[in-house]
């Protein structure tokens, strides 16, 4: 009986991009924009850029900054950069009090003698 072979992909760890930025960029930008697009509804209600509505006119603004701001700012940096960033600047940032600085070889206080 003859064993039979398939052929595994070796590529699991590839990144996947779309115009150098990851899923999670596009999700940031797409998410921006809509919030853009909402509030230049209720801002600029009756006005018009180069014949588009100008709520239509920022979202486009948005991506036209946005894609090529997130490449430049991304490069270099490692996969899940963004959303890694996003957790840190969402989370309380809380410092002990009582731990021991490794900088201060003296005391704080001295013992005075009278």
Same mark, same amino acid.
């Given at each position: 009986?003859?064993l039979r072979?398939?052929t595994?992909?070796?590529? +699991?760890q590839?990144?996947?991009?779309? +115009?150098?930025?990851?899923?999670?960029?596009?999700?940031?930008?797409?998410?921006l924009?809509?919030?853009?697009?909402?509030?230049?509804?209720? +801002?600029?209600?009756?006005?018009?850029?180069?014949f588009?509505?100008?709520?239509?006119?920022?979202?486009?603004?948005?991506?036209l900054?946005?894609?090529?701001?997130?490449?430049?700012?991304?490069?270099?940096?490692?996969?899940g950069?963004v959303?890694? +960033?996003?957790?840190?600047?969402?989370?309380s940032?809380?410092?002990?009090?009582?731990?021991?600085?490794p900088?201060?070889?003296?005391?704080?206080?001295q013992?005075?003698?009278?």
């Open positions: 009986m003859a072979m398939t595994v992909s070796r590529n +699991l590839t990144k996947v991009t779309f +115009l150098g930025l990851e899923i999670e960029d596009m999700l940031i930008l797409g998410l924009g809509v919030v853009v697009m909402l509030g230049g509804q209720f +801002l600029f209600t009756d006005r018009y850029l180069f588009l509505p100008m709520n239509w006119c920022l979202m486009l603004l948005v991506l900054i946005g894609v090529p701001g997130l490449m430049f700012f991304k490069y270099g940096k490692p996969r950069y959303s890694d +960033l996003l957790a840190w600047h969402g989370k940032h809380a410092y002990a009090a009582t731990e021991h600085d900088d201060i070889d003296c005391a704080y206080l013992d005075e003698e009278a």
